[in-house]
């Protein structure tokens, strides 16, 4: 009997916000990875962050000091700041869309609402996702200590493996 060749067809999401190192990261696998993603389109995924507390602060310069207030938050106002955060998203996506298009590469765009951290590690489940690539962002030590990076976040909880390219993996 002759052996058939099981053509197995991997997805690989890109995980794209407003930082450099995600692009870092598509342009990563756009150099490197080109032949596995010619078979199904790569996934570009963004969050739509939600807006972080029922408080905004706004502030007002005052000489070389700065004058903070808080303000209680509207419907409208949140209303408006979600809105704001789908512009953006979708944004971002035509940005990475038009660069795999100039490399000639087919892509599949998501955006979803909810943390970055959670609604990314969701999407790898909801789309069947076989590895995930973010950029890796040098976080300052203090940030390290007292909030988990995206990239941390997903090796731990993603269910699928995870790729974190960093800055001198793109230079190359």
């Given at each position: 009997?002759?052996?058939?060749?099981?053509?197995?067809?991997?997805?690989?999401?890109?995980?794209?916000?407003?930082?450099?190192?995600?692009?870092?990261?598509?342009?990563?696998?756009?150099?490197?990875?080109?032949?596995?993603?010619?078979?199904?389109?790569?996934?570009?995924?963004?969050?739509?962050?939600?807006?972080?507390s029922k408080?905004?602060?706004?502030?007002?310069?005052?000489?070389?000091?700065r004058m903070?207030?808080?303000?209680?938050?509207?419907?409208?106002?949140?209303?408006?700041?979600?809105?704001?955060?789908?512009?953006?998203?979708?944004?971002?996506?035509?940005?990475?869309k038009a660069?795999?298009?100039?490399?000639?590469?087919?892509?599949?765009?998501?955006?979803?609402?909810?943390?970055?951290?959670?609604?990314?590690?969701?999407?790898?489940?909801?789309?069947?996702?076989?590895?995930?690539?973010?950029?890796?962002?040098?976080?300052?030590?203090?940030?390290?200590?007292?909030?988990?990076?995206?990239?941390?976040?997903?090796?731990?909880?993603?269910?699928?493996?995870?790729?974190?390219?960093?800055?001198?993996?793109?230079?190359?």
């Amino acid at each position: 009997m002759e052996e058939e060749k099981v053509q197995f067809h991997k997805k690989v999401m890109v995980a794209i916000d407003e930082r450099d190192c995600s692009y870092d990261a598509l342009i990563w696998v756009l150099r490197y990875l080109k032949e596995s993603i010619t078979k199904s389109p790569l996934v570009l995924f963004a969050a739509q962050p939600l807006p972080k507390s029922k408080y905004i602060t706004f502030a007002a310069q005052l000489g070389f000091s700065r004058m903070y207030c808080p303000v209680s938050t509207t419907s409208d106002l949140i209303n408006s700041v979600k809105e704001k955060n789908k512009k953006v998203s979708l944004g971002l996506l035509e940005k990475a869309k038009a660069i795999c298009a100039s490399h000639g590469v087919k892509v599949e765009t998501v955006t979803e609402v909810g943390d970055p951290k959670e609604v990314i590690c969701n999407a790898v489940e909801n789309y069947k996702i076989n590895l995930l690539v973010v950029g890796d962002q040098a976080d300052g030590v203090l940030q390290r200590v007292f909030e988990e990076s995206l990239s941390s976040y997903c090796l731990k909880n993603a269910k699928c493996p995870v790729l974190v390219v960093n800055k001198t993996g793109v230079q190359q």
